[in-house]
């Protein structure tokens, strides 16, 4: 019987169900599948971007554990694609590979001033946050008053973030430079602001309703943003997460703190809706002093048109949460302006021609760009690996599909590779360094470190 050895790269969500989701396939050929991740420990956006205060999203971990746990996937962590293997390698050991890289650089906003001292990009922030070990340790929070642009739940976890104290964060996982990074921060309002209104806001109720309930902020909402055009009312109407949407928010203008006065937490959180961002206005230093931007209106067809009134809120920090590009991979076809590799239902296409490459797939964010849930990433994966399957004609013939082949080279090339016992080490030793603490675990940031804890050194 046939043996088809896949490789996979990126061991996030996306990975970990393509795998999944092949090996229980009904299929006519034996499969072997090794995963390869850039980084030292598995779970994507999952570990590394989902808030550390969500602990149940944070728990489909679990899930994906148990896939890995089974035993039938072997996983290379610390290795990247395009650096430590390349496309080359892959063909000459595997006979297809599915890339599963997500999409995880800032969307940027094309406005003066966007790369002001004191500007971010959300996605290292909250890289920062969750420990990842490629981003700096020190995280600047000198500002007091902060402009978050964006409305969907990215710009929610990260004025959440901002806005919380930090001794609510304790029972979470964060390491300690992150702790220390927030007990020390200055910030006392955070702005979140959305060219539309709030009935065409992206964020989800449940998300939108824990800023409401964090302890010491008071939501600021403001009374010419609740005009409503016919065609919100439309939406608020016949949509069912809208009408909660325009509940939650209709229930936090009922409180004595919603117009900003009458407050006595010691943060704000304001939501501004109809503002198109126009500049972050510097100092000569170049830092960031304002957020400007033009109030817009509805159109009546559930989009804007600007109004010409320019206002500004002085701010000391902006944060972009205005979405995620994927990052091209060295060899693949990369559709730039959308930020993913194009593709047919994850077969992944010739820009110039529309055909597909054999052996070469896609899945996940890289693939359909940075929209949906974890759940979501399950789906697609079937979707690809059902692809995968059907190619077998068109399948590359690797001159070395030995499993052993291919530790040979990594180790031929000094890779410092790490394997599930590896992940294994370093995910109990995170839990017993929250043991004491009474917390889940407390992540190791440093990747040497984590590699170290991971290869027993
Ligand atoms: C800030 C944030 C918060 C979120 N919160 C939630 C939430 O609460 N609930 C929810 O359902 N969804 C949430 N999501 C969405 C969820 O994270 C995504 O749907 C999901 O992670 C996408 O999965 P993926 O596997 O395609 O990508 P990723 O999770 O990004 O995984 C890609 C993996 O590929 C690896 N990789 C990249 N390049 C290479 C390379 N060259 N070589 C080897 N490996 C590589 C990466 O290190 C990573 O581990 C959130 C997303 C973000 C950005």
């Known amino acids: 019987m046939t043996k088809l050895r896949l490789a996979i790269i990126g061991a996030g969500p996306a990975g970990i169900y393509a795998a999944d989701n092949l090996l229980k396939a009904e299929r006519k050929f034996d499969v072997s599948i090794d995963l ?53 390698d892959l063909r000459e050991h595997y006979h297809a590979v599915i890339f599963a890289t997500g999409a995880v650089r800032d969307s940027p906003l094309p406005i003066p001033g966007a790369d002001a001292i004191g500007s971010f990009g959300a996605g290292d922030f909250v890289s920062w946050y969750d420990g990842h070990p490629d981003v700096p340790r020190e995280w600047p929070l000198e500002a007091a008053s902060v402009a978050v642009v964006g409305n969907g739940n990215v710009a929610l976890d990260v004025s959440r973030m901002l806005a919380k104290h930090v001794e609510d964060l304790l029972p979470t996982e964060i390491p300690p430079n992150v702790h220390d990074g927030l007990a020390a921060s200055k910030v006392t309002d955070v702005h979140v602001f959305g060219r539309r209104g709030p009935a065409q806001v992206k964020f989800t109720p449940l998300e939108l309703r824990e800023l409401g309930e964090l302890r010491d902020v008071d939501m ?59 500049q972050v206005r510097t100092d000569a230093e170049g ?26 809120v002085p701010v000391q920090a902006v944060y972009r949460a205005i979405g995620y590009f994927g ?24 820009k110039e021609s529309n055909e597909h490459v054999p052996g070469v797939y896609a899945t996940g964010w890289v693939k359909r760009g940075p929209v949906g849930l974890i759940g979501h990433t399950k789906s697609d994966a079937m979707e690809t690996v059902r692809h995968v399957i059907n190619d077998q004609a068109s399948w590359w013939n690797p001159a070395h599909p030995e499993e052993e082949s291919i530790r040979q ?14 992940w294994h080490r370093l995910d109990a030793h995170e839990i017993a360094l929250g043991e004491p603490h009474e917390r889940a675990r407390i992540k190791v940031v440093p990747r040497d470190e984590m590699v170290r804890i991971s290869r027993g050194e």
């Open 220 to 278: 600021v909402l403001y009374d010419e943003d609740f005009d409503y055009d016919e065609a919100s009312k439309e939406a608020i109407a016949t949509n069912k997460q809208v009408m909660v949407i325009d509940r939650i928010l209709q229930s936090w203008r009922q409180r004595p703190s919603a117009n900003g006065a009458g407050g006595e937490a010691s943060r704000r959180l304001h939501l501004h809706f109809y503002a198109k961002p126009l």
């Open 327 to 350: 990052s091209p991979l060295p060899g693949i076809p990369f559709d730039k302006r959308h930020g993913v590799v194009p593709n047919r239902e994850g077969q992944v296409l010739r």
């Open 409 to 422: 080279l990594l180790a031929e090339r000094g890779v410092a590779w790490t394997d599930l016992d590896g």
């Open 36 to 88: 390869f991740e850039r980084l030292p420990a598995p779970y994507g956006l999952v570990r590394y971007g989902v808030a550390p205060d969500h602990p149940r999203i944070k728990g489909i971990i679990t899930a994906l554990r148990d896939v890995l746990d089974r035993g039938d996937i072997r996983i290379f962590g610390n290795v990247e694609f395009g650096t430590d293997l390349t496309l080359d």
């Open 287 to 312: 830092r960031a002093i304002a957020f400007v931007y033009e109030r817009t209106r509805p159109d009546g067809q559930g989009g804007v048109v600007g109004t010409g009134e320019v206002r500004e």
